[in-house]
Every structure is written in C-alpha cells, then in structure tokens.
C-alpha cells in the first residue's frame, strides 16, 4: 500500500502560503508528502522545509517522494506538538509558514491492519505513531460507560453516543472487543434501522476512537500558540481541518491572535496591554473547489483557515 498522491487543497494552501523562494517552511503532517513537494519545488537553494510526522510510514513514503529536492528538505519522525523543540534543535528559531492537514491520511484509511477504517474487519488498533502504547482495542475494552458515552457524544458528535456506550459495555462482559467487524456489529446493533440510512453507522464512533487514541484535539489546541509564535512578520500559517471540533479550535485561537484584547467592552480604551499577532485572512474558510470534490469524496468536509503574522 502507498501514500496516495492526492493532496486536499493543494493549490489554494500553497498560494495562501505566499512561498518566498528563500524561505523556511515547515509542513507539520508530511503525510506522503504531496504538500511538501509543492512548497520544496518553489524554494530556492537557500530555501529549505522541514517535513514532521509521526507515522513511520509516512516518513518513508515522504522521504521518496521528496528525494529530488535532496538537502532542502529535513524530515523528522515525531509530533506536530513538538515543532519548536524540533527547530531550535536544527538552529532554527522563526520559519516563513507552516502548514497542517489534520485527521488521518488516506494511507491510513486505506491499510487494513492499522484498524483506522470500519471497511476492513481487522484488529482495533488506530494509532497514528505505532511507538505509543494506547490503541483502540484499549479504549473499547477499559474505558467505563461514562467515559465512552463522553468521547462518542463529544468527539463523534453522534446522538446515539449513551446507547453506543452500553452496547459496548455490555457486549465485552461476554468477552474482549478485538476487531473493527466486532465494533461495527454493535454500534449497528445500537443505531435504530430507520437512522442507519445516512452514511455507514459507525463512521462517528471509529472518528471518536480515533481522535481519543491519538489525543488529536488536545495536541492541535496546545500547539497553536508556538506555531503562531515561530513566525517571522509575514510569516503564515495554513491549517487545514475535517470536522467541526477541529475547525473550531483553529477559528478561535485565530480569533483571538487576532484580537486578544481582554478589556470590558465599556473601557474606552485598551488597558490590558495584550497585543494582536497579526490578522486573519480567511474570515470565512476556503472549501474545496467542485473539480476537487469530484476528484476526490474524501476532501468534502476540508476547511482550510489561514492566519497571518504581523
């Protein structure tokens, strides 16, 4: 199986970057590297890009993909939370952009045996970094009730979160939950037939399981302030998110980058002394051409946000 070559929003993140030829980038999600290829072709020799990700294969998959672009790239095998350690470690302390493409690659998706997809029966696994110890065959089998209902309910954004929760519970007192077949059973069991028209039944549970296992909202909201913070004055940063939760944090720490001010409104002046870091250039977010959604189902609830720094 290889990294498709299919980059969502490729073309309206790269001109949003505003690529300067002798620039540093750093795409914080390599993936197979799609969106680092586009960035790598425009520098010049002075230019360079850091690619960062977790998943070993990806690293792989990338480091061939962006073989031809030879010493202007570094990639690096670990977290997009990581990325100011990661530079000042490379001597780097301020980049020109940085780019993320949030949730998981197709690649992911499309390999059985990483458990990530509900169309293959395979062992619940859906970690994104294979060092970590937490996989979903955990969270099924030791989370409680309470706490599944909790990440079904608030990660999934499924109204069938309690009745999910229970079935689970009770389903593994007769013995362990251990495949997506397995999983799939019993949240179909829990989802009344007449509400089972709209999409495959588990696809809220497994997106729950999955941003559970790799703690993916906490990571992007604890990442945001030094990603804002490594740029250099017109530096920006393009985030490219598939789902409310996610597109939400990015719209509020923009927001508020933008304006931090924390005074009452009735204060005619500002005395809270809190400085904006730039500007917003997407006050609405750009979604997907009709070409690219043609081309590709998968980029349908993309969003792409994009903050400038001043």
């Known amino acids: 199986m290889s990294f498709t070559h299919y980059s969502v929003l490729l073309k309206e993140t790269i001109e949003n970057l505003n690529i300067q030829g002798d620039g540093i980038y750093v795409d914080g999600t390599v993936g197979g590297g799609g969106h680092a290829a586009e960035i790598a072709g425009r520098l010049t020799k002075n230019g360079h ?4 990700d977790q998943d070993e294969a990806a690293i792989a998959a990338a480091g061939e993909r962006l073989k031809p672009f030879g010493d202007k790239v570094t990639l690096l095998r670990s977290n997009y939370r990581d990325m100011k350690r990661l530079l000042q470690e490379e001597g780097v302390e301020s980049v020109n952009g940085i780019v993320l493409d949030l949730g998981v690659s197709s690649y992911q998706l499309d390999t059985r045996e990483r458990g990530f997809s509900y169309r293959f029966d395979t062992p619940l696994d859906m970690r994104m970094d294979q060092r970590q110890s937490l996989t979903a065959r955990d969270i099924i089998n030791e989370y409680s009730e309470q706490e599944l209902y909790r ?35 019993i949240i179909k069991a829990a989802i009344p037939a007449k509400m089972r028209q709209n999409g ?10 999955r941003i559970e296992c790799n703690r993916e909202l906490e990571v992007l909201k604890d ?14 940063l393009c985030i ?64 792409l946000r994009v903050f400038e720094r001043k």
């Open 223 to 236: 990442s945001l302030e030094d990603m804002l913070a490594l740029l250099k004055p017109g530096g920006r």
């Open 200 to 209: 495959h039944p588990s696809k809220k549970t497994f997106q729950a399981v």
């Open 49 to 52: 890009l850091f690619g960062i």
């Open 151 to 185: 990440i079904i309910r608030d990660y999934g954004e499924e109204r069938f979160a309690k009745n999910i929760a229970r079935h689970i519970v009770l389903a593994r007192t007769r013995h362990p939950i251990e495949t997506t077949g397995e999983l799939n059973e």
């Open 240 to 303: 490219i998110t598939f789902h409310s939760l996610e597109d939400r944090i990015v719209k509020s720490a923009f927001r508020e980058a933008e304006d931090p001010c924390i005074c009452p409104p009735e204060f005619p002046v500002c005395v809270c002394g809190r400085k904006p870091l730039g500007r917003v250039i997407t006050k609405k977010p750009i979604l997907p051409s009709e070409e690219e959604l043609a081309e590709n189902s998968r980029s349908k609830s993309a969003k």
